[in-house]
């Protein structure tokens, strides 16, 4: 019989993923978080950095059912929702569930699909169902969709709508890891090799355990003062400081993101209470794509994350 807290055996489980992923610390963190708030992730990296890996290891680590679809421009919306079949021997249709009854899914360079798969897609993000042929079904209660983006490669890409962009809760932008990292990522690889594994072995993580860790999350308090110092910062986006940087602020929806992020990051922090330092950690991966920079910043050469960061250290802490 397992003793540990719902809390302890989500901080077991992303020891566990720092086990199986090396380098990756930030982006496994995130994932947990948007776990933990029933959100989306939108991961930005180049190829080998590790997204697909991080991702089934979270999936396995909850025993979730676990799904990658590759997006291609080919895709149709029936691949993704599932379709009805005719059985002859029947005489009746049949529906078929597609990815998208998964618990987990990885949308592997989701620009590449064409605006009728992204709307399919936009209705599970937002709406938790799917709509096939009249008929509205409801997806799994933990379902979280991770979608990929390589930002090299934009040839024969179809760039997400804001609209869709604003649905993802976290966008986060990965980097290569360290020598000491890339170390330690090559060693671990010979193991496997051998046949060695790690001891993962925490206990198990199910999917009750999550839905249970996700009230504790929403009861955390944030007081006051930090609620209106999450409001303020994305207040600074729309006006102000970011008026000539900025052609497009963010939504209340980002306000949303902040609170509900903060609160997992506190929750991982063993806390049960929101601090300035777990808004501050999670701002910029909850505003980065839910901001336009101005023609005026794109013909200076300043990115959003600069932008972001000048934003951010211009509102007072309380």
Known sequence: MNTMTVQQQILALREQLNTVVVGQHRLLDRLVISLLTGGHVLVEGLPGLAKTTAVKALADGVHARFKRLQFTPD??????????????????????????????????????????????LLEAMQEHQ?????????????????????????????PLPEAQLDRFLLHVVLDYPSAEEELAILRLDRARLRGERPDTD????????????????????????????????????????????LALGASPRASLAIARAASAEAYLRGRDYVSPDDILAVAPDCLRHRVMLSMQAHMDGVDRDTVLAGLIGAVPVP
């Open 130 to 158: 799917v709509t096939v042929a009249g008929v509205t079904r409801p997806l799994p209660p933990l379902f979280m969709v991770m979608a990929t983006q390589n930002p090299l490669e934009q040839a024969g890409t179809y």
């Open 202 to 245: 925490h206990g198990p993580v199910t999917v009750e355990t999550v839905l249970a860790a996700r009230a504790e999350v929403a009861d955390l308090h944030i007081d006051p003062s930090l609620e209106a110092y999450i409001v303020a910062l994305v207040g600074a986006t729309r006006s102000g400081a970011g008026a000539g940087q």
């Open 75 to 120: 895709l149709l919306p029936g691949d993704l929702t599932g379709s009805e079949v005719y059985l002859a021997d029947r005489h009746e249709f049949v529906f078929r569930e597609g990815p998208l009854f998964n618990e987990i899914l990885l949308a592997d360079e989701i620009n590449r699909a064409p605006a009728k798969v992204q709307s399919a």
